[in-house]
């Protein structure tokens, strides 16, 4: 499987942005998903992650109740839709795949597969 992410961009605090992964390689519905992302001069962190049917999800802290990850097996596509956005989700967000497992992991380590990134960038 390959990933493509895309929808990052600039927008004030408050404000939303809605990530999409598209992925190729019919593979794609049995793979847990996840999003990271990382900041400068930092380490790259679990933001959320899904399973492959959609109906189990796993959120940072930082991000639960703002953020939400869905997929649509169909079209081979994750989304991580975040609101009320602030400076401190500033990063570039990867998603990633993780194969041979039916767990959503925190760590970046389990997942196999890493897309290109997308930047976030939240002004105050």
């Known amino acids: 499987v390959q990933l493509q992410a895309s929808g990052g961009g600039l927008v004030q605090a408050g404000g939303s942005l809605r990530l999409s992964c598209a992925a190729s390689?019919?593979?794609?519905?049995?793979?847990?998903m996840g999003w990271f992302r990382q900041a400068p001069g930092k380490e790259r962190e679990f933001v959320a992650g899904?399973?492959?049917?959609?109906?189990?999800?796993n959120y940072a802290d930082s991000v639960k109740g703002r953020f939400t990850c869905s997929r649509d097996n169909a079209k081979n596509t994750v989304y991580l839709e975040m609101n009320s956005l602030t400076p401190g989700d500033t990063a570039v967000y990867y998603c990633?795949?993780?194969?041979?497992?039916?767990?959503?992991?925190?760590?970046?380590?389990?997942?196999?597969?890493w897309g290109q990134g997308t930047q976030v960038t939240v002004s105050s």
């Open positions: 390689g019919r593979s794609f519905v049995s793979n847990v």
């Open positions: 990633a795949a993780r194969r041979r497992s039916f767990a959503i992991a925190t760590t970046p380590g389990m997942y196999d597969v």
């Open positions: 899904i399973n492959y049917s959609g109906g189990s999800t």
